[in-house]
């Protein structure tokens, strides 16, 4: 009877604590947790932070930085998707352009070199800052011709 009663007390204890605990964590911003990269200023300065650390690569990478390498990642990442998965083609239509064509990499490049192009580019064009960020990338690596007749 005893341990029974130990074994209810110390679950009604870890009970309390996570009844207590539960409500305390709603006042904990969730937006700060994760940055999320949606505007073309927000990947400039996250590229930009990566283009400056890849100059003096003291201690861990910054987070921005690590969040601009993961916006490059995805964004090719999706390109590739898209052109290569049956399932997307049905959805999103079968593309008979060469999806790598247009992309503007001659060359092996590293991830702060394409960061550094984003940072060029968006300083370029200014007027990409206040847009969505894919617009920027787009701008970026799909200026090879004749994509760029279709950029807007």
Known sequence: MAK??????????LGLAFAIALPLTSFVPTSEARPRIS????LYAACKALAAWHL???GHTP??????????VNYFT???YLHTDEAAKKVF???????YACLNLDGPRSYDQLA???VRTAEWHPELMDT??????????LDRPPCTDNMN
């Open 4 to 13: 029974l009663s130990r074994a209810r007390i110390i679950l009604m204890g």
């Open 39 to 42: 505007t073309g200023r927000e």
């Open 56 to 58: 003096n690569p003291v």
């Open 63 to 72: 987070i921005p930085a690590r969040n601009c390498r993961q916006y490059i």
């Open 78 to 80: 999706v390109i590739h």
């Open 93 to 99: 239509g079968n593309s008979a352009k060469d999806p």
């Open 116 to 118: 550094a192009r984003i």
């Open 132 to 141: 969505d960020a894919v617009k920027l990338m787009s701008r970026t690596f």
